[in-house]
């Protein structure tokens, strides 16, 4: 089976390290041209760009902040024209412990929710409203495990902001599928990035290593494919579906 996303155009949100940085290179390996979404690392964005070749284009927007979702996507609306599927990937995940004080917890959580729930909610309404005149489109958005099993106590915005990211998806699958609109999770486990470090740093690496069936940490590059995949169209049928990509944590 060969993957060809070529004369496709795909948003990576989050996609200048880690998961989404990731992403968007197999994305580029595929064919398709890509929006590769940034808040701060504009280096690293513009590095991987010209790593995916000439058509990959870099974008700024703190997704935290209603108007620069917007005008997000009605930036590269304006560059590529057409957009076939847009990946909401990007996504912080504060320690915020109980103990703290309630406005910082408070804070903490507002931010949270902004970018992890609200941005991809504020993205995909945008992304249904282009994909219903041109013919559909694809939703992929990145959750956690941490929507199914929960987190430690100081990422309870971290797990509720990626369960509502699921609920999110299966009703985008279940109310525009008939308009040929699609719309997966992604839960990845512990995966080795910037924002796994943080934790790594708290919880140490037995702690994580325990948690999982096979040898070695799950890296970004072992997310990437199965976005891929579910951009290419092969995985329409399962629209509302989340893949779990945990190495193994579940049967562990
Ligand atoms: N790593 C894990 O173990 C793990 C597990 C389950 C799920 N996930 C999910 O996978 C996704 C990617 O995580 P990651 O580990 O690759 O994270 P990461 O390495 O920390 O990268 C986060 C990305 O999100 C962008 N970002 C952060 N805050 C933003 C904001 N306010 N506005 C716009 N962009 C913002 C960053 O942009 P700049 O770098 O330009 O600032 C960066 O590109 C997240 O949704 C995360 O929740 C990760």
């Not at 790594?200 to 994580?208: F, S, T």
Request: charged share 20%; glycine share 10%.
């Amino acid at each position: 089976m060969r993957i060809d996303l070529g004369n496709t155009s795909v948003l990576v949100t989050g996609a200048s390290r880690g998961i989404g940085a990731a992403v968007a290179r197999a994305m580029g390996r595929a064919g398709a041209r890509v929006a590769i979404h940034f808040r701060d690392q504009r280096q690293q964005a513009t590095a991987l760009a010209e790593q995916i070749g000439a058509s990959a284009e870099v974008f700024q927007a703190d997704l935290s902040r209603t108007e620069e979702c917007d005008a997000l996507w009605k930036a590269v609306v304006a560059r590529f024209g057409r957009v076939n599927t847009l990946v909401n990937n990007a996504g912080i995940a504060i320690s915020s412990p109980l103990e703290s004080a309630t406005g910082e917890w408070l804070q903490a959580w507002d931010t949270t929710m902004a970018v992890n729930l609200r941005a991809p909610a504020i993205l995909s309404r945008l992304a249904i409203e282009h994909f219903r005149t041109r013919g559909g489109g694809r939703i992929i958005n990145i959750s956690s495990r941490a929507a199914f099993r929960g987190d430690q106590p100081p990422y309870l915005a971290y797990a509720a902001s990626k369960g509502g990211l699921v609920a999110l998806t299966r009703s985008i699958a279940r109310g525009f599928g008939k308009a040929g609109i699609l719309a997966f999770n992604v839960a990845p486990g512990f995966t080795r990035t910037d924002m796994a470090k943080d934790f790594l740093d708290e919880y140490g690496e037995d702690y994580v290593a325990g948690d999982i069936a096979l040898e070695r940490l799950t890296e970004p590059e072992d997310i990437a494919p199965f976005v891929v995949f579910l951009a290419s169209g092969l995985g329409d049928h399962s629209t509302g579906c989340t893949i779990d990509v945990n190495a193994g944590s579940y049967v562990h």
